[in-house]
């Protein structure tokens, strides 16, 4: 399960950066044996030619998502309430250790992402109440799906793309925090979009579990569905 996690991480980073843009399995503590998936490396607004690294490590609560979305099924209001609590208390668990094992500034930033491989996975996080917003102010740990995290990696480059050239580095790390607080903004913005997606396909396909068909292809292949690489239009970002 964190396998498939693992690959379909590293198959968009392939597709949005370059390789020389990111490192696979790194320790970003010293005296550490825990070693990151992957970092992306973000120029150093303190040294020229340096780097800082973000930290991404996927996670695939698997077994916790399947008892929710059979809770769902079978209508039983006390087991979805139970399978949606210790879905929950698996992500928080996550997102702390990730926290503690991968946050080191000055090495990386003061913040990490957790992705997560399914879109329908990563709505039914957004859906639980202040769950997204709490970890991410207590834990320092931004949670994705694979369309949130592309469109992010696009943006991100394209922001330091564009102020790297007039050799604006503190301007750019200012577009780095934009992104990372608008980051819930447009996965909101993509779950409710899966949302209407779902509910269409459950009035052709009845007791269908949600985005099954997805699910099963995503397992399958290991690959990422296709993603939107451009967010919606963020005058702030563009002005940030």
């Known amino acids: 399960r964190s396998v498939l996690g693992e690959i379909q991480l590293e198959n968009i980073l392939e597709q949005m950066l370059s390789s020389e843009q990111y490192e696979k399995n790194v320790r970003v503590k010293e005296n550490s044996k825990e070693n990151v998936e992957f970092c992306i490396k973000l120029p150093s607004k303190q040294e ?31 087991q979805m309430a139970q399978a949606g609590k210790n879905l929950e208390n698996r992500v ?19 913040f990490a992402i957790l992705f997560l491989p399914l879109e329908g996975l990563y709505a039914e996080i957004l859906r639980r109440p202040g769950l997204w917003e709490s970890i991410q102010r207590k834990d ?12 992010f990696l696009n943006s991100l480059q394209m922001g330091f ?12 790390w200012e577009w780095l925090s934009i992104l990372k607080n608008d980051l819930y903004r447009f996965g909101d913005y993509l779950a409710k979009a899966q949302r209407k997606i779902e509910e269409a396909g459950k009035t052709h396909r009845p007791g269908e579990p949600a985005n099954g068909n997805h699910e099963k292809e995503t397992e399958q292949s290991g690959k990422p569905a296709p993603t939107q690489k451009h967010p919606p239009d963020s005058g702030r970002s563009r002005n940030g």
Not at 51 to 73: C, G, M, N, R, W
Not at 92 to 110: L, N, R
């Open 92 to 110: 928080k668990q996550e997102a702390k250790k990730i926290s503690e094992k991968y946050i080191s500034p000055p090495k990386t930033t003061d």
């Open 48 to 78: 020229e030619g340096k780097f800082v690294l973000l930290p991404i490590d996927s996670k695939f609560p698997l077994a916790d998502y399947q008892s929710l979305l059979e809770a769902q099924e079978s209508g039983d209001v006390h």
């Open 140 to 151: 320092r740990v931004s949670i994705v799906g694979p369309a949130t995290l592309s469109a």
């Open 161 to 172: 793309r564009t102020l790297a050239i007039e050799k604006h580095t503190h301007e750019a």
